[in-house]
């Protein structure tokens, strides 16, 4: 890995290839179908002003483990959510913990990077979104207090609440939308086929069953319900892709034509034998707190496509990085993002995204520094494991 470029590369990964579309599509129709099928009394419950806080920032924090999504995918589905009248504070968690941590991420950290590291990504994103929730709750409380009086006063309600018996064919039809947008972004089913061919067998199934969904839509709540499917998709498509694919490309081109040598971050051989490190990310000069702040930083505004802040990270630290500013990657390079805190000024307007970025960066710098300093050095798994004879 000799430039940031090699690692960090959204023309090989899954935002400017066909995956863009097994991934990205499926996305949006969740979050029109959130809008139009699901009950507005459930988001309500469950992430409303007036739901339980414990159970609100607890559905809000782990929801990420049933979704694969990226910093720019789960916009749709905040936005969503925010139609529907979710409070602030959980939308706010959410949009950052479902990027951030899914079953998946977890267990490439554990297998390529090592078991300190994915232990403490799985268990403290939850804790994070939580405390960013709160903090945005309470920053724009006002602002809470007032959606939750015109939610009172205009309530939004789903089409389908309008006919007896709908809500539970309602939540079906919204699992099945989750469960195509689990397998268009399953890329480990790629393996399964010869090279180039797996991606085209998940965006054919992808298709395929959202036409199946679309028949299914039609049976169930009628062609007036279909129709304002489609058009909430549209609605968000609208607003988020002009915004989306321009930044994307711009941060693709920029790590592309910009070589920047992993060098300038990570200390060398030589200067890690003299001690002449200078202001670099190493061991165990990395973990003060002003080089794990400006690693939650670079996390923060860097896009990694699905997955590759694993590889990055295990790079860098391959390279004596140290633990803390390695976290704070981890932390912060799925769940936020420059394109996505972009799309999130988009839907919820720019106070809250500045406010929601600053708060995110200053947790995700805090428990990095703690972490670094209670562990110290890396130690890659292989050298913690007995030879083979």
């Not at 018996?165 to 397998?183: D, K, M, S, T």
């Not at 498509?237 to 002009?242: E, H, V």
């Not at 061991?283 to 707190?289: D, E, F, I, L, R």
Request: aromatic residues 12%; glycine residues 8%; proline residues 6%.
């Amino acid at each position: 890995m000799g430039t940031l470029g090699d690692a960090v590369n959204v023309f090989t990964c899954c935002v400017f290839t066909w995956n863009l579309l097994s991934i990205v599509l499926p996305a949006f129709l969740v979050a029109g179908a959130l809008v139009v099928f699901v009950p507005s009394y459930a988001v309500m419950k469950y992430l409303g002003p007036r739901a339980n806080r414990i159970i609100s920032y607890g559905v809000a924090a782990v929801s990420g483990n049933v979704l694969t999504v990226c910093s720019c995918n789960v916009v749709p589905i905040f936005a969503g959510i925010l139609r529907r009248g979710a409070g602030i504070g959980p939308a706010f968690c959410f949009v950052f913990a479902a990027p951030a941590i899914h079953i998946v991420n977890t267990v490439v950290t554990y297998q390529v990077i090592g078991a300190k590291l994915a232990f403490w990504r799985f268990f403290t994103v939850p804790i994070i979104a939580a405390f960013v929730g709160l903090a945005m709750a309470l920053v724009f409380r006002r602002e809470d207090q007032a959606r939750r009086k015109e939610s009172d006063t205009n309530p939004v309600v789903a089409l389908v609440e309008q006919a007896p018996g709908q809500a539970r064919r309602a939540a079906v039809f919204f699992l099945a939308l989750i469960g195509v947008l689990v397998f268009g972004a399953w890329t480990p089913l790629d393996e399964q086929f010869a090279e180039g061919i797996g991606q085209f067998v998940r965006m054919g199934g992808v298709v395929l069953l959202v036409a199946a969904l679309t028949w299914l839509a039609l049976r169930w709540f009628g062609n007036e319900e279909t129709l304002e499917w489609a058009r909430q998709t549209w609605l968000l498509l609208r607003m988020i892709l002009p915004i989306f694919i321009p930044a994307v490309l711009a941060i693709g081109l920029l790590v592309s034509f910009v070589r920047i040598p992993v060098e300038w971050i990570s200390p060398t051989a030589a200067e890690l034998s003299s001690g002449q490190v200078g202001f670099k990310f190493g061991h165990p000069h990395g973990n003060a707190p002003l080089p794990v702040l400006l690693a939650a930083v670079f996390a923060t505004l860097m896009y990694f496509p699905m997955l590759t802040e694993v590889i990055f990270a295990k790079g860098l630290l391959l390279q004596q990085f140290a633990l803390g500013p390695a976290l704070a990657l981890l932390l912060g390079g799925p769940g936020l993002s420059l394109p996505g805190l972009l799309l999130v000024t988009r839907v919820a307007g720019w106070r809250k995204t500045v406010a929601y970025w600053v708060v995110m960066v200053l947790l995700i710098t805090v428990v990095a520094y703690f972490f670094g300093s209670y562990y110290g050095e890396y130690l890659c798994p292989c050298q913690q494991r007995p030879p083979a004879f």
